[in-house]
């Protein structure tokens, strides 16, 4: 019998509560592989996560059984307790309740995963409101 494999890769993008820019490159930097140890003891395979100062960007690998809103909820609360019990971040920790989710083909993961890597890069030029503008239009206008 065939060895079975599936390949379910999610980009998922939340915003600190009302977009305070609490997220400065060293917090991201402990915070990205807080959640992506703690995330792995629990079966979630966090493959990148970055953004800028008031949001982030992950990237996901799931198992067909995980369910996505679960898992976001889990990495979301498990990773805001740990700012909040930390104090690495100046004023109470929460993020937005939304977020915005897409699937990613097995053959772009390198392009996603190197655009999270250039989050800082990407937004000294667009804000997070006009990157999430960008992903509704090619949602909208698939090419």
């Known amino acids: 019998m065939s060895s079975l494999r599936t390949y379910i890769f999610i980009h998922a993008v939340w915003a600190v509560s009302g977009q305070r820019g609490l997220l400065v490159r060293s917090v991201r930097t402990v915070l990205s ?22 949001h982030l960007h992950v990237l996901l690998h799931l198992h067909p059984a995980q369910n996505l809103s679960q898992v976001v909820r889990q990495i979301r609360s498990e990773s805001a307790e740990w700012l ?4 690495i971040v100046a004023e109470p920790f929460e993020w937005e309740e939304d977020y915005v989710a897409y699937s990613v083909s097995p053959n772009v993961i390198r392009q996603v995963s190197d655009y999270i890597d250039r989050q800082e890069e990407y937004h000294l030029h667009k804000t997070y409101a006009e990157e999430l503008a960008v992903f509704a239009s090619m949602q909208s206008n698939p090419s």
């Open 33 to 54: 592989a807080h959640m992506q140890k703690t995330s792995e003891e629990k079966g979630v395979r966090i493959l990148k996560a970055n953004g800028g100062t008031d």
């Open 84 to 87: 909040n019990n930390t104090r």
